[in-house]
């Protein structure tokens, strides 16, 4: 399974490429940060049939999360994260693609970040990040769905996604998941076993690679740019 010197690397590529392109600080710990981060993440995508959250429904989705996420724990793990995925899109009126990405992304954020000697995060992080590794959530998005498809077409059939360039030249990715009614885009994923189904996915190939799903998305799905 995943060995944590191994990971040094990719958690210092990942904090540093979220500083110099995305001005997120993920070090030293602070709760305010990393939330925005995370929000950051879904920000773009909140139109239409959903929202922006309010300064008071973030400071309440921030409060909720930082507080829950570390209870995620043992045998129930996966039922507990659930939960937690579902109240998150019911209490803030958010899809289940938005709220899975705000609760995967600040575990990863965690699991990046937990044996930094500039880390300071609470030890109920800590140990979350440290017993629960094997277990944490690989953050669904475009960029993911698209690696997915274009490594494992044949496991990922239900998913379509293509690339593209910015104004700026850089990268851009889209992907949407095939269902009965039609398709939706990562973020407008509103059924929860659509989205579980990703991610036992992500797990299999994990394991077929003794590795962590985390870090079989932080080596071969995640891209450095």
């Not at 990971?7 to 540093?16: G, K, Q, S």
């Not at 997915?148 to 990268?171: I, Q």
Request: glycine share 4%; net charge neutral; with cysteine.
């Amino acid at each position: 399974m995943s060995n944590p010197k191994t990971m040094e690397p990719l958690y210092t590529a990942f904090i540093d490429q979220l500083k110099a392109r995305n001005g997120i600080e993920l070090l030293p710990f602070d709760r305010q940060e990393w939330f925005r981060g995370a929000y950051s993440t879904i920000q773009r995508t909140l139109r239409d049939d959903f929202s922006p959250l309010s300064e008071a429904n973030k400071s309440k989705c921030a409060d909720m999360l930082l507080q829950e996420i570390p209870r995620l724990s043992g045998q129930d793990f996966d039922q507990e994260l659930k939960s937690l995925i579902l109240k998150t899109a019911q209490d803030f009126k958010v899809s289940i693609g938005h709220s899975q990405k705000l609760i995967s992304i600040l575990t990863k954020y965690a699991a990046a970040c937990h044996r930094h000697s500039e880390a300071q995060i609470p030890e109920d992080w800590k140990s979350f990040a440290q017993s629960e590794f094997g277990r944490l959530p690989v953050p669904i998005d475009a960029v993911v769905l698209y690696q997915l498809k274009a490594r494992y077409p044949k496991k990922f059939s239900d998913v379509e996604a293509g690339t593209g360039k910015d104004k700026k030249g850089r990268p851009t990715y889209w992907a949407r998941v095939v269902i009965e009614e039609g398709s939706q885009a990562w973020s407008r994923i509103s059924d929860y076993d659509t989205y579980w189904s990703l991610q036992e996915r992500i797990r299999e190939l994990a394991e077929a690679q003794n590795v962590a799903p985390l870090e079989f998305e932080m080596r071969h799905l995640w891209v450095i740019e």
